[in-house]
């Protein structure tokens, strides 16, 4: 079968080339035959594949690409965005400076480090800027990236237009950059902090997609219990609206480390069983159970038990977050190699 | 331009590989290991970053006459994986740079000189297809010979193919051809094969279509495929409802604290 070459002008064909696509054609047609008959193997049996196996068990998806820069993002990010948005709440309803200016601190400490982790990850990290060619509302990688830019711009601007007042002296350019900052890191915070979820929810990895309701959320609380940490960490152990926060994130971390656990479905497996399940666990009630419990003893007894449990709780918090990071990464790596899920759930649907 | 696709019928390929060494030599892609995986005449066991034609061996239960096969020993069959080219790829939605195309024939495309390596694109196809290349750092996969179809080629594998296995040709046509190739095999009593074309999914079909005798999913092909872009509602609604607990969350925790310092003073 030859084609037909109609040659748009100023292109010339390649003929040797060509000719070596025949060429490799024809030593198919004579070589790849066989002639040996009733050639019978030996080792038996010989592995099969069957609708029930698929192509010899070989996994149908491939594993995220993604290496230890992106649950560390995830954290971060998480944090950061968390922070912002308890740090601008904590000014327009006017409590403690000291906090509102800490908060503007970890959010602008994230906004440094969330780009340069997910920078690093790129497989060609010089072409970061390929990503702000376009902006596709059906990507979750470019709102995410995207959201980041306007986030990071924002906190940043919040915190160095606030080190410059406290600096030289406050002037109007100074306060109307730190309140724009504010209400853009404010707004930015919000998705920020919990985008991922949708990032890992919307991909085609079962584990992932199967919580795809679940993870914006479990994300948001897993950010919310980082960022009470470090602000309780910098010595805000005494705030009742942060206790609260924490309280609640770590609440809501216990219910969805039940959940996990209470399900019986195959695509939950890499949450609960293997190294990936134990670092679900482990993750799990450093963010849910144990924080609640240290917080709760806190309530009761005296100013020193509170600060040391508030403390414990804190540090408990921030590792369960990024555990619980890790603990999704490396599930989704487990759940990429399942070479079950792909086939039987089509069946069954 | 019209568009295009492929048909790779199984009963007509005899696994020679051609089809591999011709699109390895044409788009330059590096040998990626001669080593047998122990899976009948496998090589490198699926398609990724550096095959792009892959040709699977499938071995299944004695079937008496198939393939011309003896009652006792394994039915053989051979079919050439290669991108599906979605109709609604998950890749191309997912990919945040637009480097990932679709292009004039109905091919999707990796622009190799936009794509940043992100990795977004191998999470999101359903078919385990795109990978990325641990030493570039892009993402590859099979290009459809947009250079050659350019100037009016076929694809590298459909020209070396030499049963004919792999047809390249006008969608249309192609799917009519499908249906006349699987009357005239049930004719011969070959009453197994089937064409896969998951056009009822989420995927809305693709441009990679196959002959397969038995059930596809011996040979890894997905019968409900799915585009993760159908996640996206649930996920940003999950997302909104997080944003808004975060917010209204803050808001109540702050109100109702007793300690509010004095912000004028300390200002």
């Not at chain 1, 450093?286 to 005296?302: D, E, H, M, N, Q």
């Amino acid at each position: 079968m030859s084609d037909p070459v109609p040659m748009p002008p100023g292109e010339t064909l390649d003929l040797e080339r060509e000719d070596r696509l025949d060429e490799i054609r024809r030593e198919a047609e004579e070589r790849s035959q066989l002639h040996a008959t009733a050639a019978r193997p030996q080792g038996a049996p010989f592995p099969q594949a069957t609708p029930e196996s698929g192509y010899y068990g070989i996994p149908l998806l491939k594993q995220p690409p993604w290496t230890w820069e992106i649950p560390l993002y995830f954290f971060v990010g998480g944090a950061a965005g968390a922070a912002a948005v308890i740090g601008a709440i904590a000014d327009y309803t006017g409590a403690d400076r000291e906090l509102v200016r800490h908060a503007r601190w970890i959010a602008a400490a994230g906004s440094v480090i969330s780009p340069a982790l997910l920078i690093a990850d790129l497989g060609r990290p010089e072409r970061f800027l390929a990503m702000l060619r376009v902006f596709k509302p059906q990507s979750p990688m470019s709102v995410g990236v995207w959201t980041l830019l306007g986030f990071s711009s924002a906190a940043a601007a919040t915190a160095f237009a606030e080190f410059l007042s406290d600096r030289y002296g406050p002037s109007l350019p100074l306060r109307v950059l730190e309140n724009a900052g504010q209400a853009a890191s404010l707004a930015l915070g919000l998705p920020f902090s919990n985008y991922t979820g949708v990032l890992i929810g919307a991909t085609v990895i079962p584990v992932w997609n199967r919580n795809v309701g679940q993870l914006p959320l479990h994300f948001a609380a897993s950010g919310v219990g980082a960022a009470v940490g470090i602000l309780e960490l910098m010595g805000h152990r005494k705030s009742r609206a942060l206790q609260a926060l924490g309280l609640g994130a770590a609440i809501f971390e216990t219910w969805e480390g039940l959940r996990i656990e209470s399900l019986s479905q195959p695509h939950l497996d890499p949450l609960k069983y293997g190294a990936s399940g134990w670092i679900t666990r482990a993750g799990g009630a450093l963010s849910g159970p144990i924080p609640t419990l240290l917080r709760v003893a806190g309530l009761f007894g005296g100013k020193r038990r509170s600060n040391s449990l508030r403390r414990w709780a804190a540090w408990s918090a921030i590792a369960g977050s990024l555990l619980t990071r890790v603990a999704w990464i490396s599930a989704g790596h487990v759940s990429a190699r399942d070479w079950k899920l792909p086939l039987q759930r089509d069946a069954a649907e | 331009m019209s568009v295009m696709a492929f048909l790779t019928d199984s009963t007509l390929c005899i696994g020679c590989k051609a089809c591999e060494v011709a699109c390895k030599e044409w788009n330059g892609v590096g040998e990626d290991g001669l080593n047998w995986s122990g899976f009948s005449y496998d090589n490198t066991g699926a398609v990724g970053a550096s095959t792009w034609r892959h040709v699977k061996f499938v071995e299944q239960a004695p079937v008496p006459g198939l393939g011309g096969n003896a009652g006792e020993q394994a039915s053989w069959t051979f079919s050439s994986d290669v991108c599906k080219h979605c109709e609604e790829a998950g890749c191309l939605e997912a990919c945040p740079t637009g480097s990932i195309v679709r292009t004039e024939f109905g091919g999707v495309f990796i622009q190799p000189d936009v794509c940043n390596g992100c990795g977004y694109c191998v999470t999101s196809c359903p078919f385990g297809v795109v990978e990325r290349n641990q030493k570039d750092g892009r993402a590859f996969k099979c290009t459809f010979c947009y250079d050659r179809q350019k100037v009016g080629l076929q694809p590298a594998c459909a020209k070396a193919c030499p049963t004919e296995s792999i047809k390249f040709g006008e969608i249309g046509q192609l799917r009519q051809h499908a249906q006349d190739r699987l009357h005239e095999l049930q004719a011969r009593g070959i009453t197994d094969a089937q064409l896969y074309n998951p056009a009822e999914t989420s995927v809305r079909g693709t441009h990679a279509m196959f002959i397969v005798r038995g059930d596809p999913r011996s040979y890894n092909l997905p019968l409900a495929p799915e585009v993760p872009t159908v996640y996206l509602q649930k996920a940003w609604t999950a997302s909104a409802l997080a944003a808004g607990l975060l917010l209204g969350g803050t808001l109540l925790a702050f109100l109702f604290d007793g300690k509010k310092a004095d912000r004028r003073e300390n200002r």
